[in-house]
């Protein structure tokens, strides 16, 4: 099993920018790829940014050329980069590790606790 602790979140003004990490521990060698989502209420579960195994990343359309995803040497610890915030980017943003090569099996996922981030206007 894998256990994932996030932290980061807060509260900023529009243009501002946050770092989330995201510590893995446990059963690490199962990891494929590590992320984000984030959720609003009423709205479906969007996917942030990923960074898989090798190395490649991913993007969801609204955050491309605003966030960066990285991780530490040991692939362990991931960063989620937020600048340019807007207030649609205000969610709770959830931290994933995933099992699965392909990324399409939710219940081979593991999830973090979740960290809130706020952005005014």
């Known amino acids: 099993q894998v256990q994932l602790v996030e932290s980061g979140g807060g509260l900023v003004q529009a243009g501002g920018s946050l770092r989330l990490s995201c510590a893995a521990s446990g059963s690490i060698f199962s990891i494929y790829a590590m992320g984000w989502y984030r959720q609003c209420p009423g709205k479906q579960r969007e996917l942030v940014a990923s960074?898989?195994?090798?190395?490649?990343?991913d993007y969801s359309d609204s955050v491309q050329g605003r966030f960066t995803i990285s991780r530490d040497n040991d692939a362990t610890t991931v960063f989620l980069q937020m600048n340019s915030l807007k207030p649609e980017d205000t969610a709770v943003y959830y931290c994933?590790?995933?099992?699965?090569?392909?990324?399409?099996?939710?219940?081979?996922?593991?999830w973090g606790q979740g960290t809130q981030v706020t952005v005014s206007s």
């Open positions: 960074i898989r195994r090798y190395g490649h990343t």
């Open positions: 994933y590790a995933d099992h699965d090569y392909s990324g399409s099996d939710d219940s081979l996922k593991s």
